[in-house]
């Protein structure tokens, strides 16, 4: 028997009632991170509207995802549980409910809104809710329990984990456009569900309480934390409940897809998670809760410990690390807090102690999950490879429609120089008259011209130079007009190919170079006298682009003789590339911007016989970014571009041969 009363139906209805409120705690916790893909409209994706997805950055999200979402649940706990947990009438279960208009409000919100800013609003109010329920459920349960070898205390951590079990399986199938709206439309109708068939325990004082009946009063937070005998037992919640969101376990849960960019990672993650908890009920009565924290403690400080050695190292040690990490945590630091803040406290300060412990898990779980998203942004800000920039405006909603226009003018596949100036309502002007707000206007033609990179690789060759003038001011902002016009590539050195007209892409690289580059096509055939001396340089955007392009690229120069370059780092060192420039003829290489600029200044890439530069501008990685959407990356090519054996050659410096003395072209493939 684990029920301290003798109606049993009762307690089970009761059990039902509150395991709902903790499922749909995990559910929160899970179920918006797991569909982030589908809810973000990306760059250049102008065929999407606001009710497939959300014009919103990954940083933005992801702040919504976890810090909103936890800064809703330390209001919860800290206020709204404990402001209603001293008023007469209001009973636990009361309090339950009460959380249950928080929790289908706020996934109401989220699941019609065409705003991103309402996202934020409906995860504030999911975090109100599950601060609330968290709280109660605990004290309830421990209440319920006829003795302190009941498993009812776990009960709080298995619905939780539960709820992220269901939800991160349905994200599987509804992580699409649109679908993704019916994950805060389910969680939605769970919580409509739970109020309707618990009507008794609306938010309102019980129907039978008297005035006369025995009340126990509770001392407030600021009596608790004054109080001498409590403080041992205080600081041992505190402890706990820290040290259960210090483990960065939501880190996990929260950003598991962003992260590790795996379906099948994330859900084995939650699956470990899930039946890890459960094996905690079968091991509680062979170890005792100390055997099983310290278990847990030391698994979960080894396994991170070993994981911030097997990064970028190996692949197999760091994913075992990680299911390692999971199930250590599962056994003791998930389930047995709660379980045990239920123990600490006397029937006066159930509720202050449970709101104070709680508060301080939403406030580590709040740093945690802020800090890993500004973390992500300092990250970007320097080029790392993980989203795109907080760029979003929570306060101007209707900047979400901004530039609509010139998506819809590219979409529309116009390739000639007029169409795509007014598209983007840029003209071109004389660089000798002065523009009135040239900064701000500069920053803005950036962001358009950026994210329609694809379309510009079509258009005229002076719409080309505008453009890559443009992209040199964002990244030499610092210098002069007269700094920068030398730096800028000469429109004569741009081969525009606009009438190429099929997709441009891995597949079709070679027909383009053929058709649009016909004599350099039959001269790919044929070695030079000097060694590492390539008559085509294709830049690609990262290692694994580079390797997808020499394949394609092998049907131009089939001869082992003449062997591809592959100057990017994917498993091929700087020395051993230097080696082979120095040893072999080749006519077509392929390269990263900072590899080739690093080959080119030692030497071992020689340029006296480069035709053509290709920019492989067109390619959009998993996040839809081009060449040209990195920073880092941007200015690595910048900064090749304008190598001086490079620029000359542009310019015709070097011999005055072919068209209008270049010898070097530039294309925008």
Not at 171 to 179: D, Q, R, V
Not at 222 to 249: C, G, H, N, T, Y
Not at 262 to 277: A, C, K, R, Y
Request: glycine share 6%.
């Amino acid at each position: 028997m684990i029920f301290s009363s003798n109606n049993r139906s009762r307690d089970i209805r009761t059990l039902g009632f509150l395991s709902l409120a903790c499922f749909l705690y995990g559910w929160s916790v899970s179920s918006i991170g797991s569909v982030q893909n589908a809810a973000i409209c990306r760059t250049g994706d102008v065929t999407r509207n606001r009710l497939e997805c959300l014009n919103i950055s990954d940083t933005s999200y992801s702040f919504a995802v976890g810090p909103f979402f936890a800064a809703g649940g330390l209001v919860g706990s800290l206020v709204i549980s404990p402001y209603l947990g001293n008023r007469v009438g209001w009973t636990n279960l009361s309090r339950v409910a009460f959380s249950g208009y928080f929790s289908l409000i706020g996934q109401v919100i989220i699941a019609i809104t065409p705003f991103a800013s309402l996202l934020f609003v409906g995860r504030l109010l999911s975090g109100i809710s599950a601060g609330v329920a968290i709280v109660a459920v605990p004290i309830e349960l421990e209440r319920m329990k006829d003795s302190e070898d009941s498993y009812l205390g776990l009960l709080t951590q298995i619905s939780i984990v539960t709820g992220l079990t269901v939800s991160q399986a349905l994200s599987l199938a509804l992580a699409k456009p649109t679908y993704w709206r019916l994950m805060p439309m389910i969680a939605g109708l769970i919580s409509g569900i739970q109020l309707l068939l618990h009507r008794r325990y609306s938010p309102l004082p019980t129907e039978d309480y008297e005035e006369n009946d025995e009340v126990v009063l509770q001392l407030s937070m600021l009596d608790v934390l004054k109080d001498r005998e409590m403080r041992p037992k205080l600081i041992k919640a505190v402890v706990l409940l820290a040290s259960q969101q210090f483990a960065a376990i939501n880190i996990i849960l929260f950003y598991s897809k962003m992260i590790f960019n795996s379906d099948l990672i994330s859900m084995l993650i939650t699956l470990v998670n899930f039946f890890m908890t459960f094996l905690t009920l079968l091991i509680l009565n062979m170890l005792s809760k100390r055997s099983l924290f310290n278990v847990s403690y030391f698994g979960a400080i080894v396994s991170l410990g070993i994981l911030s050695l097997s990064l970028e190292r190996n692949y197999m040690v760091t994913s075992i690390v990680i299911y390692v990490y999971i199930a250590s945590y599962s056994i003791g630091l998930g389930p047995l807090p709660f379980d045990i803040l239920g123990q600490l406290s006397t029937e006066e300060t159930k509720n202050s102690l449970s709101s104070i412990g709680l508060s301080v898990n939403w406030i580590t779980n709040m740093i945690m999950s802020a800090g890993f998203s500004i973390l992500q942004l300092l990250l970007m800000s320097y080029g790392d490879d993980l989203n795109d920039g907080l760029d979003y405006n929570f306060d101007n909603i209707e900047s979400e429609n901004e530039g609509s226009f010139v998506d819809e003018e590219f979409a529309a596949g116009d390739d000639n120089e007029e169409s795509l100036q007014l598209a983007t309502g840029q003209k071109r002007v004389r660089d000798d008259v002065e523009q009135p707000q040239q900064k701000k206007k500069k920053t803005k033609k950036t962001k358009h011209w950026s994210s329609q990179v694809p379309q510009v690789a079509k258009s005229a060759q002076s719409s080309q130079y505008d453009f890559l003038k443009d992209q040199l001011k964002s990244v030499y902002g610092k210098l002069s007009d007269i700094e920068i016009e030398e730096r800028v590539i000469p429109e004569t050195a741009i081969d525009a190919t606009h009438e190429y007209s099929l997709p441009r892409n891995k597949d079709t690289i070679t027909d383009f170079i053929s058709t649009q580059f016909s004599n350099l096509k039959d001269s790919l055939s044929k070695p030079n006298k000097q060694k590492g001396s390539p008559r085509l340089l294709v830049i690609c955007s990262s290692a694994i682009r580079c390797a997808d392009v020499v394949r394609s690229l092998k049907q131009l120069n089939p001869s082992k003789d003449i062997p591809i370059a592959k100057l990017f780092a994917k498993h091929i060192k700087l020395h051993e590339q230097k080696d082979f420039l120095q040893s072999n003829q080749t006519v077509i290489a392929v390269a990263t911007p900072n590899r080739a600029k690093s080959l080119i200044e030692d030497g071992t890439l020689n340029t006296k016989y480069l035709s053509l530069i290709l920019l492989d501008s067109s390619y959009t990685d998993d996040k839809q970014r081009t060449l040209f959407d990195v920073p880092e990356t941007k200015t690595q090519l910048f900064d090749l571009l304008n190598l001086k054996s490079i620029y000359e050659r542009f310019k015709g410096e070097i011999g005055g041969q072919g068209d209008k003395g270049r010898k070097t072209a530039l294309c925008l493939f």
